[in-house]
């Protein structure tokens, strides 16, 4: 297992590797030009991909003890890519257009090419536009309409040392989810959630195709938010998109909650079996699969 942290006021982040015997096996420091705000990371069959992006601490805040992020749109997105098993001096540093990634949703090789997958920020830090309204102002930050968040291929090319951008869908989307068994390795299918606008809930999934640009849909219903969505790959399955995906629910209008279940292969066509939870639950976002 692959590892991260980083400390508030730390110009370092920490990169490790976790055995089967949950011992960690490696450490790594990753220098940085300051404190940082690192989500999440992403993973090759050889390399690991870490990410320096725009949005971080304010430093003269931060030197008081308050800790507010600014993002400077004046400095690019970097990102670091090393070896699994490597050390600070193997690290390459590749740039890019400045935004912040939540979520990645993978990463592969093609030749000489590291391919990474998430979404762009097109506008990290939206300004107020005049809500008055306290829970709107709370969500603002995290209303991903506001932060214009879509799919983006990165292209970091080890040979020239060059990054190459790509957008991948116009659709406001974040959350992804792909079959397990293709991660860090060439994939097809991307499973992600879109949000309700000004608000943090997931009103419906979308399967992406990334190999034919094709996109399916299928909405929870009006008052109806689910989680996000892993994919259980069916046993003996016969392809990336054989398995199911599974979701639970928050119905406000009926008062309860379901666990969904769906095709993977037709995701538009609506759930296959539903349960009934004995209680609603709130609004979830993240899950995960793991077999039995």
Request: glycine share 6%; with cysteine; aromatic share 12%.
């Amino acid at each position: 297992m692959l590892v991260f942290n980083y400390a508030k006021t730390s110009p370092f982040m920490h990169y490790g590797v976790v055995d089967a015997d949950n011992e960690l096996a490696h450490w790594v420091d990753i220098p940085l030009p300051g404190p940082r705000l690192p989500h999440d990371m992403a993973f090759t069959e050889h390399y690991a991909i870490l990410n320096d992006c725009p949005l971080f601490w304010d430093a003269e805040f931060l030197a008081q003890g308050a800790h507010v992020p600014r993002f400077r749109p004046d400095l690019p997105t970097r990102f670091a890519v090393i070896p699994r098993r490597g050390a600070s001096r193997d690290i390459r540093w590749f740039e890019a257009d400045p935004t912040y990634v939540l979520h990645w949703v993978n990463a592969y090789e093609d030749g000489d090419d590291i391919v990474l997958d998430g979404f762009f920020q097109g506008d990290p830090m939206p300004a107020s536009n005049g809500e008055t309204d306290r829970y709107q102002r709370a969500f603002r930050g995290i209303d991903t309409h506001r932060m214009q968040t879509v799919l983006k291929r990165w292209r970091m090319n080890l040979a020239s040392g060059a990054c190459t951008e790509e957008q991948l869908s116009d659709r406001i989307m974040e959350f992804p989810m792909i079959n397990q068994q293709h991660a860090g390795r060439p994939y097809r299918y991307a499973y992600n959630m879109t949000t309700k606008p000004g608000w943090f809930l997931f009103d419906a999934v979308v399967k992406v195709d990334l190999h034919t640009g094709a996109e399916e849909r299928y909405a929870f219903g009006d008052g109806v938010f689910g989680s996000e969505t892993p994919m259980a790959p069916r046993v003996n399955a016969a392809s990336e998109d054989d398995g199911y995906l599974v979701t639970f629910t928050t119905d406000m209008g009926r008062d309860c909650s379901e666990c969904l279940v769906l095709d993977a292969r037709d995701v538009s066509a609506g759930p296959i079996a539903r349960v009934r939870l004995p209680e609603r639950i709130s609004s979830g976002t993240h899950s995960c699969w793991a077999p039995r």
